[in-house]
């Protein structure tokens, strides 16, 4: 297939290379040079516009952009997609934003004749570059069923979350709940540490128990508990702290659009504003457990 | 073996019929005549105090009560059972209580001479009533080898939590994380669907994804999900949310002890405890759901 | 003065009549038909447009409006304000929009030649009518001078806060800590009582110690505190739940863009988040206490 | 009078020694001989026991002392006051602890024979030293009235709160809402400053409208705001953090064992615990802006 691919940074470069490997055709564009002379040097056709993109003959469009401020204005300003793609070319918006924002681009898509689907993942660079992401969908079945295949060249797990906007609807409140249960397990830990136990020992009989959770058992932030996991490399790499502040933020600004109270996640993300302000920003959303144990800071 | 066992009521009777159903021989207490009786009648030797258990030829005692104030006056009290059980006996305190209470009964039992494990359990009164519960045990591995034999008549896990205490350490952190895990995915769960997501639908992503948690997975508090949970059947059953309260409470008592900030954990107990004021004391904890969704309630 | 006034709403609607009763010479616009002719009616003098009250030879321009959107698309849209608005005319917003769009439509209207400030307001209905706002005035200390004349017809209390957006940023920390403290008087007086204190005579000792706030001496949230209070006539009238709620979206928007954390404010959002989706978004926002006091709740 | 005193700590000694300027006669007695001899310079006859200031021919008592288990191990011991005081002998105890403590040791005295009181103080070891503590007093109107002379000699505001306890209840409400408030003014001026606004100007504008309260005007915790308070000398002396989290603590407590819920104020004492743990456990409560501005901390 002939794909156009917009937003090269660092998940959509490497989901970018998977669809060449993949075999298909892509044309190509980022506002950085760089990035579109590196996919142009993997066999990308490079495009000096989304416009360009959009009139290169591409059977299907994927984005992956910053925020919604950047997708609105890639697919509805002036000189944006639909201003110059052809009717039937299928849109993928794999952008991690608000779902009403989502689901207004898509009904401006649908407007214009072309088929959207909200398709925002999960799996971080790592995946991206493994081409084991997850992709969580919005959009009709057909719309589906359309997308599955060009995801598949980038992701492992790719999943229908129902209609257009969902895919969205289901990162946000995966991730809140992440956000909470991470925070949960650094209290849990900290205060059976603090309390006598060793810490692998506790980890071993919650991991056994009610308490289990993918923070428990995967990405433990109390230190030396998982021998390869952040917080045994002083949280370095994983799923940066202002990251998951971006996410919890769109699911509190969510919540406020449909009146819903979600009182854990909004004082989870202070907390992890908290945790930024101390200047853990870049580092895995896991060292909020310093908050509990500053002795465990540098 | 021939066993004591005090405080026969919906966690204790259930339990010594199970040491009863093992071979054991048991003689038993209750202030409860009726809860004595009934044992009795399934084979056991009443007993009419504490001490008449303490003196009646035991090789162990096991007491399930309802707080700290009954264990320590069932151990330390002037005709309590460390006043009259010869040394050697080996205690085991089933019961839920904060882990420097069960720090000081244990330690007071040893300058008696008696080896001593705090075994708190999980599982609830199914659990107990089909020998499946778990029991944290803490106590040296001398004393959790000569314990083991006894509780796995009573439960399926019996985990070794390491000295004197962390039974009930690992219990109160794991239960608090726990409480905290439900109210979590509770709001992940309203989110979701009043943003117009299938709650089935959502509650399969979560699981597959980074949110998954026993609260999700087990127990998904949101009506519907799961056909056989408390939240199918107006939250009957289950595990009620003053037990939770319950817990809640040790946890942030044992963690104002040591000056460990809780955050999540406090606040999770408030919730319950305006869930609890709202009638719901008596169903399954996860009926916090309906803070979020008070059309729910009934 | 000839002014020009646009937003007559509930608040507007009474500001812009005592202009009138201030002597001066007013043009109104509003979408609704209805509220322009009851101004008409007044003495004001009817326009079909914002544009149209640009061009009516106005020296001033007040607009109260629901939201940031409203006031960007009136000042700044193509055909808006500032596209027909003759240089040096004075701009005062008194509608209560985050700071950072504040100080947007400001630049933009400085690059125009207008000086403008932003001036929300506090006090209600009730002060609007009897023309005892406070107003919160952002600007510099010369187009405070030029706005304190025209404002001072509507209000009793014109208060500088420093540089443009500087009023609104007054206004969303003054009212965040309202919010709070509310929640605050709302718990001590709920706990107070539930220990057996008579409610009166806890305010009285809270109101002369260090737990006095407005909230415990002006609106005390227990009914039967202050007879002439909210919480004595059903929290009916003054400042509605569901206004507290959007000041405190703005606020925590505002924490964000900022990356400064706000964790009881954050909290106190969502728990008037719960009191509005318990059907209490039109009360005033002391029947919070409802949350903690679900018996008085009828 | 011939008044007995027990517990000469910084709370207790100088509120002695003023009792001995107002022409008192003392017997006093305390754990540390040295505090014991410092009030006999100052005039006072010393006892070994609190026997023994029981039968000196006191004609009341009063007692200062840390916490629950000391009051009710000097009131209630084998031998305790109780054990050894004539009948008549008013009692007044002014440690801060919780209400049904006070309530319980209130009854035994009662069946004793002796009048008892609660009056717990505000205003610190500076308002000991002067004679201007607030005594909140739980006890009937004709015991108020017995205690009052005596404790007009060591503070300038008596309140009575009703019957037996509510002394302690008022405390622990009145500083609940102290507690909360103050984060409350820490939260809403930092992010008023980090919005651009100038600290004093805030304060201002905050204290003349309804955000105003105690900690905004009299320990606003931004530094620079007050010229002499705690926050402008690196929270130096004021009113400790660790107070604050006791003060807190018994709210909690109490609140748990009438099953009523406060969420903000278990929330603050969470955050007051995160900073203790930061090593600002001695410092004025007003420190806990620190977590909000980290910069600030040295």
């Known amino acids: 297939m002939h794909i156009g691919f917009l937003g090269l940074g660092n998940m959509g470069g490497p989901m970018a290379r998977n669809l060449l490997k993949a075999g298909h ?47 609105r204005q890639v697919y509805l300003g002036d000189d944006g997609l639909l201003a110059h793609v052809p009717a039937g070319v299928l849109l993928i918006d794999s952008s991690t934003i608000d779902p009403m924002s989502a689901r207004e681009v898509a009904a401006a898509a649908a407007r214009n004749g072309n088929p959207m689907v909200d398709a925002p993942v999960s799996g971080g660079t790592v995946g991206a570059a493994a081409a084991t992401l997850t ?55 900290s205060l059976g540490v603090a309390l006598g136990m060793d810490a692998k020992v506790l980890a071993g009989v919650i991991n056994s128990s ?56 909004a004082l989870a993300q202070q907390l992890y504003q908290a945790s930024s302000l101390r200047g853990q920003g870049a580092l895995d959303f896991s060292a909020i457990i310093r908050l509990y144990r500053p002795e465990d800071a540098t």
């Not at 040097?41 to 591409?58: I, L, N």
């Not at 923070?215 to 952040?230: A, D, I, M, R």
């Not at 933020?249 to 996640?265: D, H, M």
Request: include cysteine.
């Open 25 to 71: 055709r892509l044309s190509v564009y980022d506002p950085s040079a760089t990035a579109v002379a590196g996919l142009a040097e993997a066999g990308a056709q490079p495009a000096d516009s989304p416009a360009a993109v959009a009139r290169a003959g591409v059977e299907a469009i994927i984005t992956m952009l910053p925020a919604a401020a950047q997708v």
């Open 135 to 189: 992709f969580m969908v919005g959009g009709s079945e057909a719309q589906f069923q359309q997308a599955q295949p060009i995801l598949s060249a980038m992701g492992r797990n790719i999943v229908h979350c129902g209609a257009s906007g969902n895919g969205q609807v289901a990162k946000v409140a995966n991730n809140m709940l992440l956000g909470i249960s991470m925070i949960g397990v650094a209290e849990a830990m």
């Open 210 to 265: 009610s308490g289990r959770c993918w923070s428990s058992e995967v990405n433990n932030p109390f230190p030396g508990v998982l021998e390869n996991g952040p917080a045994s490399r002083g949280y370095s790499g994983g799923f940066g702290t202002d990251l998951m502040l971006k996410d919890l933020g769109l699911a509190s600004e969510a919540a406020k659009q449909v009146r819903q109270p979600v009182i854990l996640g």
